[in-house]
């Protein structure tokens, strides 16, 4: 990834391509540490809006609140995260950065999970005690000891036998981070090396961190605002559709011209010889549709938003750009379905904490493990969005298996009404004596996502580009569908740690990049996560 520092900051102009928080990131990191002029930067967003998949708003649909999905912070393993948050101030308090806010919640408001797991007769079961035999212990060890290459594309369930998905362990692993039978064995090896300092609070996740409110509004937009500050130029509405490389010497491979598509029409930017462009691949939250109260979300599967067109575009210019159909290819094996509820009082909130011991905030997820469709819910400490009228609360949950038939509604859940959904979930936390109330006094969005784990398909080394490119000398790729050795996809850490690497490549900055964490070269941790799995 290393290349040659030709790029003089003071002269070069920057265009970041998608307006997620990989692209915030970088340019954050080039004010920062690469010395840039913050007006040498642009960001070119399609939609109205930066953030990406890290989003919290309004309901598009209805009266109410909506997450598409939910981000669980971690103190040892998200360095890069840690140093991004730590240069900028908090949404409500200019003297207090995102980090040091972050971090004193977490240790005001702590998560310590007291139902992480549900049984279908609506019981708390001991999530302590993981299940493991002595056959499971030895294929988790094998796992971790075989190389990516020589795992290739192979499937997880086709290293465990059944046993395995049987126990607390899977049931709690699967659901937080969102994992499927048949998904990437090499990324589960991965997220078991990442986060082994996690197996032996994985039925409490006391090592969880949270933001004040959801992260949209805790990181995405004091972000924004801070780069509008420094005089970053922010472009909405502005689609790169294509982009022109010059390869004719492979060790000196550029880009030349971007082509946009806007409101104004179509049009091409053209790139000096010291300019860069860093290029966002692929989108988890692609295509993504909204449900109500009456309505279910539609699945897309003919690619309508765009979301992938520009990696399609640029994959085939060149063999080492990536394998997009890799990834968006089968959406059956990678759709879920979210739900946020708004609800107006406080009767069902306070059913829920009553049920699970926990005040909101403390939680985590609470998984109802012996549903039809694998249900999960959390409820977040409130308010989770700032501007929340008062005596309103939200809740977020998500289903694993949305093409299966509910336990209590006689639908799969992709055919669902919110009314529907809040019907199965009332059922599964046994509070029928108050259905009514609750259906009367909740406002349910339901989101939709073909792409939500992509990232986590069946892929061989060549399926994603590096970050920088073998000859590469003005150009990066950024996001979930790069490759970066050790880390781990689907995390907020993943898009800042690529942000890092390619700004402090390509301009030769002289800083440290924060080590991966490794867990393992801790004997304690070690020790401790050994001791989990004989519980």
Not at 132 to 150: N, P, Q, Y
Not at 250 to 278: F, K, N, Q, Y
Not at 470 to 482: E, K
Request: proline fraction near 5%.
């Amino acid at each position: 990834m290393t290349v040659r520092s030709h790029l003089d900051p003071a002269t070069s102009q920057v265009w970041l391509v998608g307006g997620g928080i990989a692209s915030m990131a970088a340019a954050v990191f080039l004010i920062r540490d690469a010395g840039m002029p913050a007006p040498h930067i642009h960001i070119l967003e399609e939609l109205e809006i930066e953030g990406g998949s890290l989003d919290g708003a309004k309901s598009p649909v209805q009266t109410g609140y909506v997450t598409r999905g939910g981000r669980m912070l971690e103190e040892e393993a998200y360095q890069t995260l840690w140093n991004l948050l730590d240069s900028i101030p908090s949404l409500e308090n200019p003297d207090v950065t995102i980090r040091r806010e972050t971090l004193d919640f977490s240790a005001r408001v702590k998560t310590e999970a007291h139902a992480r797991l549900v049984d279908r007769n609506h019981r708390i079961v001991d999530a302590g005690v993981y299940g493991f035999s002595h056959r499971d212990r030895l294929e988790m060890t094998r796992l971790l000891a075989t190389s990516e290459r020589r795992l290739g594309a192979r499937r997880i369930d086709e290293l465990f036998s059944e046993h395995f998905f049987s126990t607390n362990f899977w049931q709690m692993w699967r659901t937080t981070f969102a994992f499927q039978n048949w998904h990437s064995a090499t990324e589960l090896k991965r997220y078991m090396l990442r986060f082994i300092q996690e197996f032996p609070r994985l039925h409490t996740l006391s090592g969880v961190r949270r933001t004040k409110y959801n992260q949209y509004d805790s990181i995405a937009r004091p972000i924004q605002r801070w780069l509008v500050e420094q005089g970053v130029d922010v472009r909405f509405g502005a689609r790169v559709v294509d982009v022109d490389f010059d390869q004719s010497d492979p060790a000196d491979r550029r880009v030349t011209r971007l082509h946009l598509r806007s409101r104004d029409g179509e049009s091409t930017i053209a790139l000096a010889p010291d300019d860069v462009a860093m290029l966002t691949l692929g989108s988890i939250t692609a295509d993504a549709t909204y449900g109500g109260n009456d309505a279910a979300p539609e699945l897309i599967r003919d690619r309508r938003d765009g979301g992938w067109a520009l990696w399609d575009e640029i994959a085939r210019k060149a063999k080492d750009f990536g394998r997009p159909n890799t990834f968006y290819g089968n959406i059956d094996e990678n759709k879920w379905e979210s739900f946020t509820l708004t609800m107006h009082g406080d009767a069902l909130l306070k059913r829920i904490v009553e049920f699970s011991g926990n005040p909101p905030g403390t939680g985590a997820l609470m998984t109802f493990f012996e549903s039809k469709q694998l249900m999960s819910i959390v409820v977040p400490y409130q308010p989770h969005f700032p501007d929340m009228p008062p005596d309103t609360y939200t809740l977020w949950g998500y289903a694993l298996f949305i093409d299966e038939k509910g336990d209590y509604v006689n639908k799969p859940m992709a055919q669902c009404t919110g009314r529907e959904i809040l019907t199965e979930l009332i059922g599964q936390l046994g509070f029928d004596d108050m259905l009514d109330q609750a259906l009367a006094t909740t406002d349910v969005t339901t989101a939709m996502m073909p792409y939500a784990s992509a990232e986590f398909s069946r892929r061989i080394p060549e399926d994603r580009p590096l970050v920088i490119p073998q000859g590469a000398r003005n150009f990066a790729f950024l996001g979930q569908f790069v490759e970066l050795p050790e880390d781990v996809v689907f995390t907020v850490e993943y898009s800042v740690h690529c942000a890092m690497h390619a700004v402090y490549a390509l301009y030769g900055v002289d800083k440290a990049i924060p080590p991966i964490y490794h867990g393992l070269a801790d004997p304690k941790v070690g020790l401790q996560a050994v001791a989990s799995a004989y519980r």
